[in-house]
Nanobody
C-alpha cells in the first residue's frame, strides 16, 4: 500500500507562490493518474490538478493558468507549483491517485493565502 506525505504549505500573501511536494513511500510508476486535491473549510474535497503517466495534465477551471502539476516517477514524487495565489485557494491540499485510493489519504498540507 502506497503512503503519501504532502509538504510545502504555509502562509503566503495574495499574489505569492508556493510549491507543494507529495512523496510516496512506494513506486508511483504504475499509477496512471496522480492528482492534487484540496478541501476548504465547510466545503467538499475537490480535484484541482491531474497528471497522467505520459505527462499530460488537466486542471480545474479555478486554478488553470496559475497552477502546474508535475510528477517525477524516479523520485516517486508529485509536485504542485502554485502561482498568483488568491485567498480562495486557502485549503488543506492532498495528493492521491485519480480516482483516489481511500486508504492512501495523507495528512495534507495547509495553504493559507492572506494579507
Amino acid at each position: 500500500q502506497v503512503q503519501l506525505v504532502e509538504s510545502g504549505g504555509g502562509l503566503v500573501q495574495p499574489g505569492g507562490s508556493l510549491r507543494l511536494s507529495c512523496a510516496a513511500s512506494g513506486s508511483i510508476f504504475s499509477i496512471n493518474a496522480m492528482g492534487w486535491y484540496r478541501q476548504a473549510p465547510g466545503k467538499e474535497r475537490e480535484l484541482v490538478a491531474k497528471v497522467i503517466s505520459g505527462g499530460s495534465t488537466n486542471y480545474a477551471g479555478s486554478v488553470k493558468g496559475r497552477f502546474t502539476i508535475s510528477r517525477d516517477n524516479a523520485k516517486n514524487t508529485v509536485y504542485l507549483q502554485m502561482n498568483s495565489l488568491k485567498p480562495e485557494d486557502t485549503a488543506v491540499y492532498y495528493c492521491n491517485a485519480v480516482p483516489p485510493w481511500g486508504r492512501a489519504w495523507g495528512q495534507g498540507t495547509q495553504v493559507t493565502v492572506s494579507s
